[in-house]
């Protein structure tokens, strides 16, 4: 079996293409993620990342080039796969609870499979008690948890997530990824996520993607060997990490 779980070849984007306001966003994008791995998608601002989460979404079509899962182009939004966006409180509907919120992307499955999925997802991000409260009475980590949970209520097999602690707080950032690392050790789930965090995204992934500023390419992948389960003190501090957050820095700040 392939073990290719998405593959991004040649893919580029023009936004306006043959007007006056014609922006070359992403001039030549290409690697493969692999089932289980969590890669991370770095890069300067503006250069495109997160044009190219929504591409692999199938939010929207390339200029040029194909996303493909499992070995097959995508056509819209693949059943399989989930989005966790930056702002989680366009992404929540503030007239229903957490509940609802939860169970809304499954309104095709029976009630009482509705209920379970929610009930497990929500235990999975730590608000299994809040479940009747509305978002705007949660915090803003808590209500991103929200958002996580609903993404896994999917169960997706590829969980896609575009810069999603870059609106919350350095300490609930730092449980958030936290988090991800949790369910990812107990879903084994491939995971691709963008942020402009350097050491966020050496901390969560097995490689780091690291972007040229726009019309963005690949500058690097960088393989990321440091050991699983991570936390954020021994894993910060060690002499491995502080390479491979080196080396990121230094493609980004050349």
């Not at 996303?67 to 059943?79: K, L, R, T, Y």
């Not at 690949?218 to 699983?228: A, Q, S």
Request: charged share 25%; with cysteine; glycine share 6%.
């Amino acid at each position: 079996m392939n073990s290719t779980a998405l593959s991004v070849d040649s893919v580029g984007h023009v936004y306006g293409h043959g007007t006056a306001e014609q922006f070359h966003a992403i001039g030549e994008v290409s690697f493969e993620v692999d089932r289980g791995e969590v890669v991370c998608i770095v890069g300067p601002s503006g250069c495109g990342k997160s044009t190219l989460m929504r591409i692999m979404a199938g939010l929207m079509r390339p200029s040029s080039g194909t996303v493909s899962v499992d070995g097959s182009p995508i056509e819209g939004v693949p059943a399989d796969l989930a989005m966790v966006f930056q702002d989680y409180s366009r992404s929540l509907f503030p007239w229903l609870r957490v509940r609802p919120n939860v169970e809304y992307p499954l309104r095709h499955l029976a009630k009482a499979e509705r209920a379970q999925r929610a009930t497990d997802a929500l235990a999975d991000v730590g608000l299994g008690e809040h479940d009747r409260k509305y978002p705007w009475e949660l915090s803003g980590g808590m209500q991103q948890r929200v958002a996580l949970a609903r993404a896994l209520a999917v169960q997706p097999r590829i969980l896609l997530m575009d810069e999603p602690f870059a609106s919350v707080d350095a300490q609930t950032r730092s449980d958030l990824e936290d988090l991800v690392l949790e369910i990812h050790a107990e879903t084994g789930i491939t995971i691709v996520l963008v942020t402009h965090d350097i050491e966020e995204s050496v901390y969560l992934a097995d490689k780091v993607i690291a972007l040229s500023a726009q019309p963005s390419t690949v500058l690097e992948t960088i393989e990321v060997d440091l050991p699983r389960p991570r936390n954020q003190l021994d894993t910060k501090e060690s002499s491995s990490f502080l390479h491979y957050r080196h080396r990121a820095y230094e493609l980004l700040h050349r």
